[in-house]
């Protein structure tokens, strides 16, 4: 291979993939994480409801 060929290697593109990979993981632990705590919270909001209606 000549070096004017410009391009990436695959090990270039395998590190980004995984790179990628990493940061959607921890997005996506951090989104469902944010929904259970909601869904708690609601879940206490109703209880209080509840009991003041009672």
């Known amino acids: ?3 004017s ?3 990436f290697t ?3 593109l395998l590190v980004v993939i995984a790179i990628l ?3 959607a993981a ?3 632990f951090n989104i469902s994480g ?3 705590n909601a869904a708690c919270k609601g879940m206490k909001t109703d209880g209080l ?6």
């Open 1 to 3: 291979m000549s070096r």
């Open 21 to 23: 990979g990493i940061m």
């Open 34 to 36: 944010v929904n259970a």
């Open 5 to 7: 060929q410009r391009g």
């Open 10 to 12: 695959l090990v270039e």
């Open 49 to 54: 409801n509840i009991q003041n209606q009672g």
């Open 26 to 28: 921890i997005i996506l």
